[in-house]
């Protein structure tokens, strides 16, 4: 029997409600736990509780959710309740504000005049230019400059022309170094996400001898899962986010409101190749994000299978984007800690509350 209201606090009621078959695949996959975190709240201390997270009930018996990937190694602990705790603020300012306050000085507004541009030249596309990064990442690391200042000033027509501008880059890249194979594309909107320079902008990178790590890492465990269990990796965890209800397919890409998200709101595509439209699905979680979810600062990572022919293989490994919300522009704490940093995720969002928003944007 399916539970109904589904939400992540009841999430092993979910997984044990699911037919035999669909339930072995998902704890192939996953391992979930729950647990209560209980104490005492002195009376003094009471009011303040009750303004903050809306009764003293609420704190004094927390059920926290921990879901761990037992592929990957990937792991999230999920209390609701943390979304409410008080954080120190900065003063609250519009985005507008921000974003006033160092346009008309910021280095981008002129890309060909105040930035490098690499070896092979820039690209320029329709909405975008690129230029050399001046302190990389990697050998080959270079930057998307969006014409539009304001990075969440955008368009489907727009993030197409990003993410061409950028595959562009690459393959004039590799033309020149043969011998870099391995593309990856970043956005970090905005300071919350790691952005130095406000104006919008991407990076692209192309690397060499092997992936980076941890994509390196994700290839050989989907690998792995193949030898182990005669399946792909991938369609397997759609299929798992779609048996409870956290998955949605338009037009091929697989969108998976993420299960061991690295923070909070994180949502996976997957597509057999890095099509239009792959990129116009990217363009729409975007859009629910900025429009929906109200996020103003978020992370998308963008990688596909090699360039060329690689000594390890790549079997079954597809094009993937992970976009996560990185949090209030006006907080001055960070969201990432020990935890996230040593341990698991923390999280304080639902994949199923952001699994019905996603579902309403893309209908």
């Not at 609250?92 to 105040?114: A, C, G, T």
């Not at 329709?126 to 270079?142: F, R």
Request: with cysteine; hydrophobic share 40%; charged share 25%.
């Amino acid at each position: 029997m399916r539970v109904s209201n589904p939400s992540i606090i009841n999430m092993e009621e979910i997984v044990n409600s699911l037919p035999a078959d669909e339930r072995k695949l998902f704890q192939r996959i996953y391992h979930v736990t729950t647990t209560t975190g209980e104490q005492r709240i002195p009376q003094s201390m009471q009011p303040w509780v009750r303004q903050q997270f809306g009764s003293v009930e609420a704190v004094t018996r927390q059920k926290i959710v921990k879901i761990t990937n037992l592929v990957t190694g990937e792991g999230a602990l999920f209390n609701r309740l943390r979304a409410s705790r008080p954080v120190d603020g900065k003063g609250k300012k519009s985005i507008e504000v921000h974003l006033q306050d160092v346009s008309e000085n910021e280095l981008f507004r002129y890309p060909e005049d105040n930035t490098p541009e690499d070896l092979f030249g820039r690209v320029v596309g329709k909405h975008c230019i690129t230029a050399s990064n001046v302190a990389k990442y990697d050998g080959l690391h270079g930057m998307v400059i969006f014409n539009d200042f304001d990075p969440l000033h955008f368009s489907r027509e727009q993030i197409v022309d990003y993410i061409d501008v950028g595959w562009e880059w690459a393959r004039r890249a590799r033309a020149k170094q043969p011998q870099a194979k391995y593309f990856f594309f970043i956005w970090n909107c905005l300071w919350r996400a790691g952005a130095s320079i406000y104006h919008g902008h991407a990076q692209v990178m192309l690397t060499y001898d092997r992936h980076y790590a941890k994509i390196d890492g994700l290839r050989r465990a989907a690998l792995d899962y193949r030898q182990n269990h005669g399946s792909n990796y991938f369609a397997d965890l759609f299929q798992v986010h779609k048996s409870i209800g956290c998955a949605v397919d338009k037009g091929g890409v697989k969108i998976l409101a993420h299960l061991t998200p690295f923070k909070d709101n994180e949502v996976i595509l997957v597509a057999d190749e890095l099509n239009l439209t792959f990129k116009e699905r990217i363009y729409e979680v975007l859009a629910c994000f900025r429009d929906s979810l109200n996020i103003t600062s978020f992370n998308l990572g963008l990688v596909t299978p090699p360039l060329a022919e690689t000594e390890e293989s790549w079997e079954g490994f597809p094009a993937i984007a992970w976009l996560v919300d990185r949090g209030d522009l006006n907080r001055r704490a960070s969201d990432i800690g020990g935890m996230e940093i040593y341990a698991a995720s923390v999280i304080s969002s639902d994949p199923f509350e952001l699994a019905r928003q996603l579902r309403q944007c893309l209908d």
